[in-house]
């Protein structure tokens, strides 16, 4: 990946916002456990609710990125599962068709595990000719270990539009990750879709 593509990938910064003091999901559990709207607060992230997830032993990773989705309306969603091997050569290799003018969404399907996972945001350059076309940034949430009651999460990013005319149709290559409040890569891959007049 060149240079400019590392530059393109940044995630903004909110000027005067600083990321806060780190704690274990443990020391969250234990807060203020007298107050009671913290406890149902702290319930309602998961925190210190349900049996921990198993993770395999030497596993470092937070944030696991199991699947991702292309939903179009009224078609089937498209998923790639990220934990067969081979699947992230295969979405550069094997473009995704998008019919001009179609509404879609991307949905992500992660686990997180051991530590709470803050401000995890996805990141995506589109570019058609060697020419950067857009530029996204979404923010997906923070987010406690997932439990054996709630094995993963899944977010659904902002509907779009794929674009329409003579000149939008044709092949546009992607770079995406998804990146943490601590800059953390998660996942890091490439990705192309085609825009056609109609459905293949």
Same mark, same amino acid.
């Given at each position: 990946m060149s240079g400019q593509a590392d530059d393109d990938l940044v995630a903004s910064k909110t000027e005067g916002y600083k990321v806060g003091e780190k704690k274990t999901v443990e020391e969250y559990a234990k807060l203020d456990q007298n107050? !009671?709207?913290? +406890? $149902?607060? %702290?319930?309602?992230l998961g925190i210190a609710t349900g049996a921990p997830l198993a993770v395999e032993p030497g596993d470092t990773r937070r944030c696991v990125i199991l699947a991702l989705a292309l939903e179009v309306e009224g078609r089937s969603d498209i998923v790639i599962d990220l934990t067969t091997p081979g699947s992230l050569e295969k979405l550069k290799s094997k473009p995704f068709t998008i019919k001009e003018s179609a509404k879609f969404r991307m949905k992500a399907t992660f686990r997180v595990?051991?530590?709470? /996972?803050?401000? /995890? =945001?996805? /990141?995506?350059?589109? *570019? $058609? $000719?060697?020419?950067?076309?857009? =530029?996204? !940034?979404?923010?997906?949430?923070?987010? &406690? &270990? +997932?439990?054996?009651? %709630?094995? #993963?999460? !899944? %977010? *659904?990013? #902002?509907?779009? !539009?794929? &674009?329409?005319?003579?000149?939008?149709?044709g092949h546009y290559e992607a770079v995406s990750k998804f990146i943490d409040d601590d800059e953390v890569t998660h996942l890091n891959f490439e990705w192309s879709f085609d825009i056609t007049k109609d459905w293949k």
């Open positions: 107050d !009671e709207s913290l +406890n $149902r607060w %702290k319930a309602s595990q051991h530590d709470v /996972l803050s401000g /995890l =945001k996805y /990141l995506q350059v589109v *570019k $058609r $000719r060697g020419i950067r076309v857009g =530029k996204d !940034e979404e923010m997906l949430g923070s987010y &406690p &270990p +997932n439990t054996a009651d %709630k094995p #993963s999460y !899944e %977010k *659904k990013f #902002s509907q779009d !539009e794929a &674009p329409s005319g003579m000149l939008a149709r």
